[in-house]
């Protein structure tokens, strides 16, 4: 009996009464021969008190409270859960970056305040602010002065002082006076190899920049898009208003006049005023039918849609692709993992422990490079699409992961354009992203907005929240 009660509190509910009744009674006093047989009776029990371990390295992105209520809602089958958690991984990771709402419905509104909130602004009659005098020395040397190998303050200071000694240089012809003063060996090799990655590129700019980087082909081209950048947003407001003047006399042309004893056009031809016909309003009906039915039929709206945006789709198709393949290959590990994993009966433990360990470990590796491609594949969604302005980033249709990576990457981007502080270069505008206000997502509550307006302000942007329109606009650090 006290052989009994004391198996009773080592807990094996795994097993069931009788039949522990019935070894106690065949193995009498040899208590070490009955624990091992109960412990390997209730090998299942250590399985599961072990397989959230194994469930926390396969998906580090869900909790422990998903993984173990998805374990019991599947019968503790392992399998049947790996595969229920790779189809709604997704699903689960959003719900838990949701922020718990304190009402379970959305607040009924008086039509007055329907009619407030439909009278929005069009993003096109976005101005800058009067306070938008900026310099961006510190943006410009922090992305560059890495790859030239030098300091931080040490460029910015070089650059002050090249602007400080002409008022009409820009930050452009800055950049380049100070990349004039390396004197590093320029390698024709190197040059020949950087022409050809660069197609119309000034044979100038491309020597200096790479002597500058001490023909380093890598550093020099971000030091090469960062000056080519600078020299395309540096347009001086002359050369605008000239512009300006151009297009409105081409808009307006003179009138030619006709001679008094010259007859007008209708006098002089041969149908009569009065042989009216009456004009069909209906357009002519598009005939469809090709003139050469054996050749592959291209239409104009084809080849204006594919000359824009033709490169930037096949980089998009092919990052999806290379992200699908990647999340396929994790799906298996994860699942080999699990097969290892039972095979072991034990976590961590053991040949089969070490290799379910592995599997894991790969599977979390495999993860991180689909999300890079991800990531990829979204830049290049964002600079196909076709937007309102320059400044305006449509982050619908992205994923919070994805949504994140593109606006710090456009943040930096913009910031990097900024013009030079001076009165002949005009104002870039404030940075807005498009994130909704949540009519398509869970519970009728944004999911971008919080996020993407978090890390702005953890970052040190200064912005400003326009949650009724599904709108952050960035306005500088």
């Not at 097993?15 to 040899?30: A, N, P, S």
Request: with cysteine.
């Amino acid at each position: 009996m006290l052989i009994f009660e004391d198996i009773q509190k080592r807990k094996y509910p795994s097993i069931d009464t009788t039949l522990l009744t019935l070894l106690i009674q065949d193995y009498g006093d040899d208590v070490d021969s009955l624990l091992d047989t109960l412990n390997e009776l209730d090998g299942d029990k250590n399985l599961d008190d072990n397989v959230l371990d194994f469930l926390k390295d396969s998906f580090p992105s869900l909790s422990s409270n998903q993984l173990n209520s998805t374990l019991i809602n599947n019968d503790n089958n392992l399998d049947t859960t790996i595969e229920y958690l790779i189809q709604n991984e997704f699903r689960l990771s959003n719900y838990t970056t949701q922020s718990p709402s304190s009402t379970t419905s959305l607040p009924s509104n008086s039509n007055k305040k329907k009619k407030q909130q439909q009278s929005i602004t069009p993003i096109k009659q976005f101005e800058p602010p009067t306070d938008f005098d900026w310099v961006v020395l510190d943006s410009i040397s922090t992305s560059i002065h890495r790859q030239l190998g030098v300091s931080n303050d040490h460029l910015i200071n070089s650059l002050k002082s090249h602007i400080n000694s002409t008022k009409a240089l820009t930050l452009s012809d800055a950049l380049s006076t100070y990349l004039e003063t390396f004197n590093h060996i320029l390698n024709s090799t190197a040059l020949d190899i950087f022409l050809a990655l660069f197609s119309n590129q000034d044979i100038h700019d491309a020597k200096l920049v790479l002597q500058a980087c001490n023909n380093r082909i890598e550093d020099a081209e971000t030091v090469l898009h960062t000056l080519n950048h600078l020299k395309l947003s540096e347009r001086s407001i002359d050369g605008l208003l000239e512009d300006q003047l151009n297009i409105s006399t081409s808009n307006n042309p003179t009138k030619l006049s006709r001679a008094k004893s010259t007859p007008s056009i209708p006098s002089q031809s041969i149908s009569t005023p009065t042989a009216w016909n009456k004009i069909s309003k209906k357009p002519p009906k598009k005939n469809n039918q090709p003139i050469f039915p054996h050749l592959p039929q291209v239409t104009k709206d084809d080849i204006d849609s594919n000359s824009s945006n033709n490169s930037t789709n096949h980089y998009e198709l092919y990052c999806r692709k290379m992200e699908h393949d990647f999340r396929i290959k994790r799906q298996s590990a994860i699942k080999d993992a699990g097969h290892l994993y039972y095979s072991s009966k034990s976590w961590k433990h053991g040949t089969g422990g070490i290799a379910s360990q592995a599997k894991s470990q790969q599977a979390r590796e495999l993860k991180e490079l689909a999300d890079e491609w991800a990531v990829k594949a979204a830049k290049a969604s964002i600079q196909s699409r076709s937007s309102l302005s320059e400044n305006v980033v449509d982050l619908h249709y992205l994923t919070s992961q994805e949504a994140l990576a593109v606006a710090a990457d456009s943040v930096d981007k913009w910031w990097s354009r900024r013009p030079l502080n001076n009165n002949q270069l005009l104002k870039l505008g404030p940075l807005v992203f498009i994130t909704g206000i949540g009519l398509h997502s869970t519970g009728k509550q944004p999911i971008l907005f919080p996020q993407v307006a978090r890390m702005l302000e953890n970052q040190g942007w200064s912005i400003e929240r326009q949650q009724s329109r599904g709108c952050i606009l960035v306005k500088g650090r």
